[in-house]
């Protein structure tokens, strides 16, 4: 595993590498000591981006990871920052086999017998939160949704809407007051947001979710069908204890659909559940009045779970990262990867996602398939993923996004071998199709979008009851029933958005810390929160929810 020195500017990642990561800042003329001989640095080169190691001629190979990540464009001095104009997107394609992958486990002695506080269900599965859900299954319910939301919410003691956390009322004197723009400019319209469980009617209920969307009707039927699935294992989440369900009633996603989702993952689904359908109501008032008070039954139900003791093998950490730069894959994503390996180890589940930033590692990814067939399920995923992309005029080398490639991610299979990190290096023991859910002990694979929310919201519906997502930029996101924390890859970050950040990997880079340790302090973060202590994303009410339509998104 790779070793940073404390105050070393530069990283080679892998001893194959002929790209050099620049820690901080590198001056042009510098003279930069490697294994190999020293190199005369040609032009700046900003911390996080990449310089090459030797000379380059169009058509060679850029590695990085021990792995190609692309090839040269035009000729490239030793010391040339790497960059989008010089090189270009190139993988060594898929082709491998499964093979006999030896895994040597991490230590876990230091966690064996460790449990945590969860919500045990009646499947055998536990949650780190229980939640109620008010879902609609199709977009023209929102606005009664939103209702539903603005009744039931504050009145509850589930504190104020995000809306509410900025009050206009100082402005609006200050205006009245005759103050000036300037003046305006600094009266301050935060207001925090008031969230005390003991105002709470029902304490064992730690929110009630309400997860609009706009999906439902209108596209392709098979849209539908697979929110109907998507929905299904947010029903059947150990995170979630039962839900009100508004439906119109000649939408295309049907009731009957939805409950034949839910029969195909749990046939004895026990919790409560509720069905309202608008066009067979005297009123949308009686529709809504119906719903409300479904809802408050619902919530006595559920307020009578009580949280127990559960091993850490009943946790299944979803895996996830946006807003990558280039320090990412090597000190975020690791430590993340590092914290999966011990779970692994503990027996407990981890789902990996975003199979266009799996791009270029494919190889790898296949020989720790412990199956044939997963592997060549896996192979066949992602030749469907990426041919749809390319049927549409796009590839997964457009997939680094202008701050990824701003940051020093220029190519995607760049991108994807640091972001693979966040899987550590277990075998891989099940590939999964979106809203398939993860029911092996051990490393699952899911196929989901590069996107944070639609993958984020993917890994929930596969079960996930606790989310880590690394961050290099920035992103304020979070999920509606899996708390989601968030570590930093850069200490910079870590300091200029306290509010969004849980861990800070930073320390990795700086040489404060390694990799190994990093992820166990994370480790005993993710048990912190499964107990429920809640992650900057929850405080902050981050509850994004975005169905995948199984268009093309990277």
Known sequence: M???TQGAPILRVHPEDNLIVALQDLSAGMEVALPGGKVVLQETIPAKHKFAEVDFQPGDAIYMYGITVGVATQAI?????ITIDNISHHTDGVDAEAGAFQWQAPDVSAFEGRTFEGFHRADGQVGTRNYWLVIPLVFCENRNIEVIKDTMLEALGYGVKPADRFDLSKMIDAYRSGASEEDLLNVSVHHPAQDSEADRVFPQVDGIKFLTHDGGCGGIRQDSDTLCRLLAGYLTHPNVAGATILSLGCQNAQIPILKDALAKLDPAFSKPLYFHEQQQSRSEVAFIEAAIRTTFVGLTEANKAERAPAPLSKLTLGLECGGSDGFSGISANPALGYASDLLVALKARVILAEFPELNGVEPEIVKRCQTADSAERFKQLMKDYAAAAVAVGSGF???????????????????SAGAAKKGGTSPVV?????TEPARQS??????TPGNDVESTTGLAGSWANVMVFTTGLGTPTGNPIAPVVKMSSNTSLAERMPDIIDVNAGQIITGEATIESLGTQLLERIIEVANGDRTRAEILGQDDFIPWKRGISL
């Open 2 to 4: 790779q070793s940073i």
């Open 77 to 81: 001095a030793a010391g040339s920052r």
């Open 397 to 415: 080398d457009m997939n680094p996004s202008p701050g990824n490639i701003k940051d020093g991610l220029v190519t995607d299979a760049m991108k």
């Open 430 to 434: 099940d590939i999964l199709d979106y």
């Open 442 to 447: 051990g490393l699952n694979l899911l196929c």
